[in-house]
């Protein structure tokens, strides 16, 4: 089964003056989707080809963990073909294609690439994903236009780097000044839908009012809407048909006994906000917590909870505490900006305010925990790049938070590879198994035993090419 978006072949973003009409909506979407189907067919045709070559590539001896809860398998055999798998399965029980490429692996691991649910495609980042096993994204911030331009570099392979799935500007963004009323977001809904968007995104500036009109239209399109939210409380978001949570954004204003301070100081700016949302986890009573979780859970919303986004803001006044970037992995261009005395000073949080962070740190942790034991699908996220959040490297840090969570290591790679996939709509992803697409880990340590094993990376497979860490890494110096 192909993926249902892998190719973002032609699409381009029109702006209207005028919401479409339902024809004039199928008609649109339907033209985006056809330059995007064309693409597919030429990767198929493609692949095709390289089968009649038998250019394959078996994986030996290794124990795979598929992503999906199964029993690892010992001494495996992995057959590559083009960019899918073949076959897969304990050796014996395997045939070994004559003419393929043989690697042992004898004394390694495989598991599914994983995905970052809460990332953003710089261009300079595509190569430290790979280089940290994340063979897929879903961008949630990025402008519409370079976001495809980057997606469609990387499907042609004219750059390395992962699958990128994405919403396009957000409705509401702050810092894009975009649409704030119903008439506007059905026309940025209407603009992305047509350039070939896989989600609708709204961010924090939107009220009730204009999600519900944003709902509606993405609807006529068939795209599901995620949300980070501000001023809007998560269970009313739920309610009102947004499908992605991320950030644990409006589970505050939920919880809460009133939600009018929260939205006051989102009006006052998004640092403003936030700060105020994340003082509040302390003062939040766990039964009531426990309420909410089981509301968003039975509402079948998905939570990004991005922990890693929370530990870093909460120790940005310890720099001992903040990850560390290997060298080359951030360019000096950007590190220059990761001076934690001048982001705090730019949010204007004071060390009471970071005090009050780390005390709701638990309290997030927990509810993160109640929502996965209500049933809740929990999807593992970064937040990066972003200052201290290092693209590829801050989704390891990610499983070992749920881990401290309450997630065990299998749960934790799970909700990486095939929840994620799930989260994303993306049903070749996430799962090693024959007919899936070929992106996966090869590990020198077992992740079940210690989840810190996940950064145990030795190559990566993204579309059926097999990838050194060591040689992705050597290149950082160019994006």
Not at 12 to 39: C, K
Not at 122 to 127: D, I, K, Q
Not at 289 to 309: C, E, F, K, Y
Request: glycine share 10%; hydrophobic share 45%; aromatic share 6%.
């Amino acid at each position: 089964m192909l993926t249902r978006r892998w190719h973002h072949g032609g699409g381009a973003s029109f702006s209207y003056l005028e919401p479409y009409s339902n024809q004039e909506r199928h008609m649109a979407r339907g033209l985006g989707m056809l330059s995007r189907r064309l693409v597919t067919l030429a990767a198929i045709l493609t692949a095709a080809c390289a089968s009649d070559d038998a250019n394959r590539i078996v994986l030996l001896g290794a124990t795979v963990i598929d992503g999906a809860g199964g029993a690892p398998i010992h001494n495996a055999v992995v057959v590559i073909n083009g960019s899918s798998i073949e076959a897969i399965g304990p050796a014996g029980e395997v045939p070994v294609p004559g003419g393929a490429q043989e690697i042992d692996l004898t004394g390694r691991w495989i598991i599914p690439g994983l995905i970052d649910a809460d990332a953003r495609a710089e261009s300079w980042a595509m190569t430290r994903f790979l280089a940290y096993g994340i063979t897929a994204i879903r961008d949630l911030r990025s402008d519409t236009e370079s976001v495809m331009a980057i997606s469609q570099l990387t499907e042609r392979k004219e750059v390395s780097g992962p699958r990128i799935y994405f919403t396009g500007t957000p409705v509401g963004d702050p810092q894009s000044g975009a649409a704030l009323s119903a008439r506007d977001a059905r026309r940025v809904v209407d603009g992305n839908s047509v350039a070939g968007v896989d989600y609708i995104g709204v961010a924090e500036g939107v009220t009730l009012t204009v999600l519900r009109a944003v709902v509606d239209e993405s609807r006529s399109f068939q795209l599901p809407v995620v949300a980070s939210l501000g001023l809007m409380d998560a269970v009313t978001a739920a309610d009102a048909g947004v499908r992605s949570i991320v950030g644990l954004s409006g589970v505050p204003q939920a919880a809460a006994g009133s939600s009018a301070p929260f939205y006051a100081a989102f009006r006052q700016g998004f640092y403003r906000g936030w700060g105020y949302a994340e003082r509040s986890w302390s003062r939040l009573r766990a039964g009531t917590l426990d309420r909410i979780a089981g509301q968003l859970a039975d509402a079948n919303v998905s939570l990004t909870p991005t922990l890693i986004m929370h530990e870093t803001a909460a120790n940005l006044d310890d720099p001992s505490q903040l990850e560390r970037p290997a060298p080359g992995a951030i360019p000096a261009e950007v590190a220059s900006g990761w001076d934690s005395r001048a982001l705090l000073r730019e949010r204007a949080w004071s060390a009471r305010d970071l005090r009050a962070f780390r005390q709701g740190r638990p309290v997030q942790d927990r509810f993160v925990a109640q929502f996965k034991s209500r049933g809740g699908v929990v999807a593992v996220g970064s937040g990066s790049p972003a200052p201290y959040l290092v693209p590829g490297a801050s989704l390891h840090s990610e499983l070992q938070l749920l881990v401290r969570a309450g997630f065990t290591p299998m749960d934790a790679l799970m909700a990486a590879t095939s929840g994620n996939a799930a989260v994303l709509e993306a049903d070749s992803l996430g799962i090693l198994m024959p007919g899936r697409v070929a992106d996966l880990i090869i590990l020198t340590a077992d992740p079940l035993q210690d989840i810190r094993n996940t950064r145990a990376i030795e190559s990566v497979m993204v579309r059926g090419e097999l990838l050194l860490a060591e040689a992705v890494r050597a290149g950082w110096s160019s994006p």
